[in-house]
């Protein structure tokens, strides 16, 4: 029987391990392991210094405001010097880049579609102003870059002038990442940030030529993959550039860059608690590219054992780290999070099913699933009043197989919903490749969906890389 272990309010050093995650740390003494670590089997240990009791005036954290009000959080701003100094401190930085700054830095809402739920609005805010005072001349014009896209999603209108001035800030950010130097860990932490601020301002901006910056930031980093510093905790954006190619990759048959390693965490700020299912969508990725131009029959058999081992794998597989998502998390949120799990889980099942099996085989089971995965994002839509957030990937994925007239009617006025609204190219391009594919599938033109055109999907298209001035391998 598990022993029930209560919170001692005497001991106020949590072990590391919690504290990093800001878990609730259990345990009965100082000296004895957690409740959690006990749990998951992990070492328990507490090495970091320890800091005085009592409120730290610091640069950080601290001085993000945590209201989630408007008003308040422009009350706050003038007793939160250290945006200001912070901000005062950047070199030439015009009246108006100050006052987007502010904007991105000073407004716990201003974020909030860039990351799966609310919860975490400060917690963004936090990393990114953290960052800034010691990066400033890398990230400042991305950051201005990606605070011209928000005000524009968050106004609802798109103005030639402000459209002109993202993208003048973009490539004065592409600039500074094609001449980062990464020579240590915090240097990738730094290219990864970079990176997918401008995948959020491209996006927004321009539609086309994530998929290379992605790449570009992958390929820099690699030797410092698996290093502390670029665990989940310390460098938030990493699995949203792993997403964002290996979603491309998907689509266009190709090999990603990169397998994330999934370290020991709670929840990740865009893909909530299915992160783990992404090595999986990699290796199927790769299978997808393997059966491109194979024919050997040794090398089908060997893949499709392959996908057995997926199969079984994500058919059983559930999101862990749910017993503290109550303390975590409001009942609206932990809705989201389990729906964005089950989906991109039957997601995942569904792109395994379409390696093995053509249009017009073993159509029923991929209907079921496709019905699954529409009905969760709409079910999660009715009781929490909001669309799910990042989950564009197994949208598309169920959508595809659509095969009703008046249901492909619903599902193109659904990618609104559930295309990301800071990526409005992508929204048109989803519903041109829907159509496409159906007609493609009607006609019996096309097997697969990602083999429907010589470049399947202009979902997430991009230029080439002379566009932005970086030289892929």
């Not at 030797?223 to 491309?248: I, K, R």
């Not at 969508?281 to 392959?306: G, P």
């Not at 599902?411 to 919903?417: I, K």
Request: glycine share 4%; hydrophobic share 40%.
């Amino acid at each position: 029987m598990e022993v029930s272990v209560s919170r001692n309010p005497k001991l106020r050093t949590a072990c590391d391990r919690c504290y990093e995650l800001k878990e609730r740390c259990e345990r009965t003494t100082t000296s004895a392991r957690c409740a959690r670590c006990e749990r998951l089997g992990l070492t328990c240990s507490t090495v970091r210094p320890v800091r005085p009791v009592g409120r730290r005036m610091r640069r950080g954290k601290d001085f993000i405001p945590r209201t989630t009000s408007r008003k308040s959080t422009r009350q706050e701003q003038h007793h939160q010097p250290g945006i200001d100094a912070c901000l005062d401190a950047l070199p030439d930085l015009q009246p108006k880049e100050k006052e987007l700054l502010l904007f991105l830095l000073g407004q716990p809402e201003s974020l909030d579609q860039y990351i799966v739920c609310s919860s975490f609005q400060a917690e963004q805010q936090h990393s990114l102003a953290a960052q800034l005072p010691a990066a400033s001349p890398s990230l400042k014009d991305a950051y201005l870059a990606c605070a011209v896209a928000l005000k524009q999603l968050q106004s609802g209108s798109v103005t030639d002038t402000d459209t002109s001035t993202c993208v003048g800030y973009i490539s004065k950010a592409m600039s500074a990442l094609r001449s980062l130097p990464v020579v240590r860990p915090q240097d990738a932490v730094l290219c990864h940030t970079l990176g997918s601020l401008l995948a959020f301002s491209i996006y927004s901006a321009i539609g086309v030529g994530v998929p290379d910056v992605c790449r570009y930031c992958l390929d820099t980093t690699d030797a410092f993959v698996g290093t502390a510093m670029s665990e989940v905790q310390n460098d938030p954006w990493h699995s949203f550039l792993v997403l964002l190619e290996t979603t491309n990759c998907l689509v266009h048959r190709r090999k990603p860059t990169r397998r994330i390693q999934i370290p020991d965490f709670g929840v990740d700020r865009r893909l909530g608690l299915c992160l783990p299912l992404l090595p999986y969508y990699h290796d199927l990725c790769v299978i997808s590219n393997s059966l491109l131009d194979t024919t050997d029959t040794a090398i089908l058999a060997r893949l499709e054992k392959q996908l057995d081992g997926i199969h079984a794998v994500v058919e059983s597989w559930q999101p862990s780290h749910t017993d503290h998502l109550i303390e975590q998390f409001d009942p609206a949120e932990i809705v989201n999070l389990l729906a964005q799990a089950k989906v991109y889980r039957l997601a995942a099942l569904l792109v395994g099913h379409r390696l093995r099996f053509p249009f017009g085989r073993e159509d029923s089971r991929a209907e079921i699933w496709s019905r699954e995965a529409m009905m969760e994002l709409e079910m999660a839509k009715r009781v929490t009043k909001r669309p799910l957030r990042f989950v564009t990937l197994p949208f598309l994925v169920a959508a595809v197989e659509v095969r009703d007239e008046s249901l492909r009617c619903d599902t193109l006025r659904r990618v609104d919903d559930y295309v990301d609204c800071w990526a409005p190219f992508l929204r048109r391009e989803t519903k041109t490749f829907l159509a496409r594919v159906w007609r493609e599938r009607d006609l019996e033109i096309s097997r697969r969906w990602f083999e429907s055109v010589v470049r399947p999907c202009p979902v997430i298209d991009y230029i080439d890389a002379t566009g932005f001035g970086i030289e892929c391998a």
